[in-house]
């Protein structure tokens, strides 16, 4: 599968919550970036996907998320995302949220392609990009 991406970025206070630690729901926007920002060095733009492959998206099926430790307002994390299975509709991506070289959340992430609603065979290009 291809190689892992790293997508840096830092915490906010609008990430935060009334306790100072990152909201736990401000894991799920950076997992996304990540996820994003791994599609688009693969050269796929899901909006360019959308447009030119008749409304092709991808959504989340299932996610499965560990929160280890928190993250504070100014850390500098990294999101880390790999292909951990690719299936016919749909990929599992293997993602971590660390600070340094502390993991703070670690998530499985299943992907799945859809068009119209419903579920279509994983394009061949990305199929292609995705493969060792």
Avoid: W
């Amino acid at each position: 599968m291809a190689n892992p991406h790293l997508h840096t970025l830092r915490v906010y206070y609008e990430d935060t919550d009334f306790s100072g630690f990152t909201y736990h729901a401000s894991y799920l926007k950076f997992l996304e970036r990540g996820r994003t920002e791994f599609l688009r060095a693969l050269g796929i733009v899901q909006s360019d996907l959308y447009r030119d492959a008749d409304g092709l998206a991808f959504v989340v099926g299932r996610m499965a998320i560990d929160y280890l430790k928190p993250a504070l307002m100014d850390d500098v994390l990294t999101v880390t995302t790999a292909v951990a299975d690719l299936r016919g509709a749909s990929m599992v991506l293997a993602q971590t949220v660390k600070r340094d070289d502390i993991c703070l959340t670690r998530a499985d992430v299943t992907v799945a392609a859809v068009r119209r609603g419903r579920p279509v065979r994983l394009p061949d290009a990305l199929r292609t990009a995705l493969a060792p």
